[in-house]
């Protein structure tokens, strides 16, 4: 009994998801669903924090990890859930969305990602992104009135079904070159049998890249991310580019560096080439979009491009810098898109961010911190976490690859603050927007605390960092 | 190869039962060829038709249930099977799933997806 308390945030999740549920029919308010999904994250966090160490190392015979990864991870899901869930109030009562089910699935899927990153074990991992998948499936089509959500969501769920099956693949090649599917136990068979030369090794590692790849939306399986995230609704869209990339980097953290350490020198490859693809393509595509969701979607794509030069190198330290980069991406990226959800329609097109430092201020600068933070501008903590990540690369001997970066985060400075531009340099126009919603502003409260405090202070993070 | 023996003989008589009557309803049956009887037979459907009209979403919402109750036997049976060597804990694991499993029933149920009007 006591393998639970390794899985009691997961299980707060479940707990306050199928509540909702059997109450969904009551739920008039889309702000008392939201509530409760707030009052579980904490519960879920707490329960994380409380229990830390007091639970078994591994868990459910060797599949659920308790390490020091697996809570940051938890952490990080527990706390983007509930800034999610607060920047949707408004949404659910504008679209009229049946709010309990949207919180149940948002619940759901967190709880996925928490599986996924603490899974030991390749078939509970992919457990865990499917759980995580099925409800994103779901969200991002769940205003089924309007066309383009519906759209986005059938790409979004084909798409993703073949990148299920692909990572469904690898998992059984892994199984059929190593003869089992904990991380543990592939990595002790790959190192006493010498399998770097058998060809099916390569297509198993390549498989489950790719699938992983395309959980964390990195070139070239980027192509579901700008069309889903355009299509969902802002919340929808801020959930995916934080939870759903972070867990795949949780995942792909402990797969290449766990369960293959001792062929980390074929995940490097692949994952050089797709960072360097990544950052490069979708630095470059981002240029020329007019849309804000979709330029978001491929400032994802070429962060997830970033997080991934901490793997490559295969060691703690990179690891670590990856862990920090999610962490802080998580909170940057909710925040632009709580901008962009606190100003509505207008929000969601460049033209609506003329003069906006003139008529909302505060809006104004804290879309100007979450721009440079996401550009990588010191004294934010995008910069830490991309000097982190960079240093990495360079110390592994990647230096024509961290040089990329860093041309990369100059092309991005051109769309970031195209619309630091226009809010401070062009002439106001049409109606100033409302204010704030309060759950908005105590979302975008904390995601511009960590921004600040990242910055200022990078090392109170790195000290949480604790790689697989 | 011993074991398989058994499942020879089955097929065998299988198809020579099967073989016997087909051979003896086209011997002995008598034959009034029509139309209708020349059509592939489709359970009484007529077998080519445009698509015309709709069907209503509760036979889809019907098929939904169904499966909810499908893939709860499809883990039941294994579950059943090693029930002993599992003991108390797995009896509540089962627990704590149908739980999950009877909480989307409910949920479905209490938007009226029984009710067929």
């Known amino acids: 009994m006591t393998d639970l308390i390794l899985l009691l945030p997961e299980l707060v999740l479940v707990g306050a998801a199928v509540a909702l549920l059997l109450v969904a029919r009551h739920v008039r308010h889309a702000r008392s669903a939201v509530t409760w999904v707030v009052i579980a994250a904490i519960a879920a966090t707490f329960a994380g924090w409380v229990f830390s160490g007091r639970g078994p190392a591994t868990a459910f015979h060797d599949t659920i990890a308790g390490d020091g990864y697996a809570q940051f991870f938890k952490i990080l899901f527990a706390t983007t859930l509930a800034l999610a869930a607060l920047l949707s109030v408004r949404h659910l009562d504008a679209e009229r969305v049946p709010s309990a089910e949207f919180c149940a699935l948002l619940l759901l899927a967190t709880t996925g990602m928490m599986l996924a990153a603490s899974a030991l074990d390749l078939l509970t991992l992919y457990l865990g992104l499917e759980l995580m998948s099925l409800c994103s499936y779901i969200l991002v089509g769940i205003t089924r009135d309007r066309p383009t959500s519906n759209e986005a969501a059938i790409k979004y769920f084909l798409l993703g079904s073949f990148a299920s099956a692909l990572l469904l693949y690898g998992i059984a090649l892994a199984y059929g070159v190593t003869g089992v599917t904990d991380y543990a136990g592939m990595a002790s068979a790959l190192s006493e049998r010498s399998l770097a030369q058998s060809p099916l090794l390569l297509v198993s590692v390549a498989l489950l890249a790719g699938g992983l790849a395309f959980k964390i939306a990195a070139v070239p399986f980027h192509a579901w991310a700008p069309d889903a995230y355009q299509g969902a609704s802002a919340p929808v869209a801020a959930f995916l580019a934080a939870g759903s990339k972070a867990a795949g980097l949780a995942a792909l953290g402990r797969v290449s560096l766990v369960a293959f350490s001792p062929e980390h020198g074929l995940w490097a490859v692949i994952l050089v080439g797709l960072a360097a693809l990544s950052m490069a393509i979708a630095s470059l595509l981002a240029v020329s979009q007019s849309d804000v969701k979709r330029l978001l979607a491929y400032s994802s794509i070429a962060h997830a491009g970033y997080a991934l030069l901490g793997l490559v190198s295969g060691t703690p330290d990179g690891a670590s810098a990856t862990m920090t980069y999610a962490f802080v991406y998580a909170f940057m990226t909710l925040g632009a898109f709580g901008v962009v959800i606190g100003l509505g329609e207008r929000g969601e097109s460049l033209e609506g961010y003329r003069g906006l430092a003139f008529v909302s201020p505060v809006t104004a600068g804290l879309m100007l911190l979450f721009l440079l933070s996401l550009t990588g501008i010191p004294p934010t903590a995008g910069f830490a976490a991309k000097f982190g990540v960079i240093l990495s690369a360079v110390r592994a001997g990647y230096v024509a690859l961290a040089v990329l970066a860093v041309a990369c985060s100059v092309v991005s400075a051109f769309f970031y603050l195209r619309i630091a531009v226009l809010m401070y340099m062009t002439e106001p126009q049409g109606l100033a927007p409302g204010r704030l919603p309060v759950a908005v502003s105590a979302a975008l409260a904390v995601a511009a605390a960590v921004t600040v405090i990242g910055g200022i202070f990078p090392d109170t993070l790195a000290a949480w960092t604790t790689p697989p | ?117």
């Open chain 2, 1 to 117: 190869m011993t074991e398989y023996v058994g499942i020879v003989v089955a097929f065998v008589l299988a198809g020579t039962l099967a073989g016997a009557f087909i051979l003896l309803a086209s011997v002995l049956g008598p034959r009034k060829p029509s139309a209708v009887k020349a059509e592939p037979f489709e359970c009484g459907e007529v077998p080519f038709s445009l698509p015309v009209g709709r069907l209503s979403i509760r036979f889809y919402l019907t098929a939904i249930l169904f499966i909810l109750f499908d893939v709860e036997l499809v883990f039941l049976y294994p579950w059943a099977v090693v029930y002993r060597a599992l003991g108390g804990l797995g009896l509540v694991e089962v627990l704590i799933f149908l739980g999950i499993l009877m909480a989307g029933f409910f949920y479905a149920w209490d938007n009226g997806a029984l009710e067929w009007d």
